[in-house]
């Protein structure tokens, strides 16, 4: 699992995207799926209906096409030539019935399966529906019979092979697991292969199939890269249910260092949508919904189509911040910025050549937020609200709204863009022996040319010494290269990330609130921007790095603006 050669290739060359390239999913798939809102509860009706309601609320007008099978519709044994059963009592008229119903009404039909012996459930893997390991050119043959235009294909039972279910006696013990095994984020062995199997016989049916992996971000698929695999990767573990503000903020962070693997074939997957469920404010919802779309995940409805209140059904059906999702450049946004506990900055740029910026109000309260255009490296623009659609004019500098809690501002930036200067730093290495390293803190070899500063916060400190404030001293941009890959499957304090609190010449800390680098110790994450105050004139300044009570990512170098 661990590469090290990607830390620089992902550092100094632009990122080479290697897609499947077999024409699908050029831009990210749109449709609909029932787990969010039925978890594996789902009869053919649900379905049927669900279809019909993408056409009559006019959802699938403006771009969603798919209807997806999730969890519960499969059967629990194989019939007797081994193939692929569904819940006949749930699904009184079959999934071959299904598909055709779905693709008569103008939309695209897409099956569930799993690359474990069993597939998820929500009854603590007890329902033991049956999955794809070991089966898989028999079901990408039925999956394609029934006429599938989408496979999601999941993670459960897939991690062991220390124990032989009943009914796979009398086979060979190879694909054997253990019953303990339901779900393993860290399991014992790789679950690539699970994926390029089942990707190479979708591949041999000539059906075009999009191929979707859920292995919720275990093993880092998208530096398999799982772009040359699926077209798309789920990045994390599920974003529900139930939804609430705290998974949106888990998920936000753990795309922080993956952004640069989407592109036109291959998308990162942050999970299907919780628009329309509750757990979430409109305005989260909003929010939700604007960040998915712009950093270019499938937008998979996932909520009761006959219950959805108007106010989510309007964000679902925002043409605008569709457009950005379905834009022809597939490029995501990437994070620019983040003012800890205010507001983040993400940018990225669309096919007309005009820009597209996101700013994630994270106070729980309605304020005024005044957005830089300089974090996206400009000075002026034409702006455009994607949101409300209306047109701000030319916006010089800054431009300040009023955001409702956890709202969003999602402005494209057009006409002529005029760029900000680009600040220079002066670099301070953290392995230096300049520095002051007190408590547990020490340094850490990552290669022959990368010392960081580890262990520290809680008691572990990093003293840069003799950091140079010009000859004015006063206020600088301060920019971080550090390493973290505390990534988690579940909310913890900081999701997918770690606080730093950085302090000028023993003034008052600055919290900086650092996301994920990628999920091994060996990836930098390079330029974390943070302005502090409090320089003297002259090369007499210290910057300490602390935390009271966690742990701070490891740090790299930092770069004192000149
Ligand atoms: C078994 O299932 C497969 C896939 O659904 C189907 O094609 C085949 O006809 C079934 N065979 C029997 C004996 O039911
Ligand atoms: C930005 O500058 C342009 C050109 O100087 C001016 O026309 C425009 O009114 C300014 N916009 C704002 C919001 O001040």
Redesign the pocket.
């Known amino acids: 699992m661990l590469k090290a050669p990607y830390v620089y290739i992902a550092l100094l060359l632009s990122p080479f995207v290697l897609a499947l390239n077999d024409g699908l999913a050029r831009t990210p798939p749109m449709g609909w799926n029932p787990y969010n809102a039925f978890l594996c509860s789902t009869t053919e009706q649900q379905y049927r209906t669900a279809a019909q309601k993408l056409i009559d609320l006019g959802l699938s007008e403006v771009g969603y096409q798919f209807v997806n099978l999730d969890c519960g519709w499969q059967g629990k044994a194989?019939?007797?030539?081994?193939?692929?059963?569904?819940d006949t009592t749930a699904f009184p008229s079959g999934?071959p019935a299904l598909s055709t119903f779905i693709h008569n009404l103008g939309l695209k039909f897409g099956v569930y399966s799993d690359g474990g012996f069993f597939s998820c459930d929500f009854v603590g893997g007890t329902a033991h529906y049956i999955g794809s390991l070991g089966h898989e050119t028999?079901?990408a043959?039925?999956f394609a019979?029934?006429g599938a235009d989408y496979l999601k294909y999941d993670n459960c039972y897939s991690g062991s092979v220390s124990y032989t279910p009943p009914y796979f006696k009398f086979r060979s013990p190879l694909h054997a697991v253990s019953p303990t095994d339901f779900v393993n984020f860290n399991p014992p062995i790789q679950i690539e292969p699970h994926y390029v199997t089942m990707r190479d016989a979708l591949a041999a049916t000539n059906r075009p199939v999009i191929f979707s992996i859920c292995e919720w971000g275990v093993q880092d698929p998208a530096r398999w890269p799982a772009s040359a695999v699926g077209h798309s990767w789920r990045i994390s573990n599920d974003i529900g249910p139930p939804a609430s503000w705290d998974n949106l903020f888990r998920i936000i962070n753990q795309v922080v260092p993956l952004t640069q693997f989407a592109g036109p074939g291959g998308w990162n997957d942050l999970d299907m949508l919780e628009v329309g469920n509750s757990g979430l404010t409109t305005v989260e919802q909003q929010t939700h919904f604007a960040f998915w779309a712009a950093v270019k995940s499938p937008l998979l409805i996932s909520t009761d189509l006959t219950r959805i209140a108007s106010n989510s059904l309007n964000i679902l059906k925002n043409n605008r911040i569709i457009a950005l999702n379905q834009d022809r450049l597939g490029k995501s946004i990437s994070f620019k910025r983040r003012y800890t506990n205010d507001h983040d900055i993400w940018s990225g740029p669309l096919a007309d050549g005009a820009f597209v910026a996101v700013i994630i109000n994270w106070q729980n309260s309605r304020r005024s937020l005044t957005f830089n255009l300089a974090d996206v490296g400009l000075s002026s623009a034409d702006a455009t609200d994607l949101i409300s659609g209306s047109f701000l004019g030319r916006i010089n500098q800054s431009h300040t709204a009023v955001l409702e809690p956890h709202g969003v501002m999602v402005l494209k930036l057009s006409g002529t863009l005029t760029p900000s200067p680009q600040p220079s730093f002066q670099f301070y290495n953290a392995a230096s022996s300049k520095n002051t390293l007190i408590g547990g803190a020490n340094i850490r070899t990552v290669t022959s040319s990368v010392s960081v500063v580890g262990f520290i916060g809680n008691g572990g400190k990093l003293v840069f010494n003799e950091v140079d404030g010009g000859s004015l001293g006063g206020t600088k941009l301060v920019s971080i290269d550090y390493i973290n890959a505390d990534f988690v499957f579940s909310n913890t304090a900081c999701s997918n990330c770690r606080n730093a609190f950085i302090s000028v010449n023993g003034g008052t800390p600055v919290q900086a609130q650092m996301p994920i680098s990628g999920q091994s110790w060996d990836i930098i994450f390079s330029g974390y921007l943070v302005s502090l105050s409090g320089f003297k004139a002259g090369k007499t300044n210290t910057i300490e790095i602390s935390n009271p009570s966690a742990f701070t990512p490891d740090f790299y170098r930092i770069g004192v603006s000149t």
């Open positions: 194989r019939n007797a030539s081994g193939g692929f059963t569904w999934i028999s079901d043959n039925s019979a029934w």
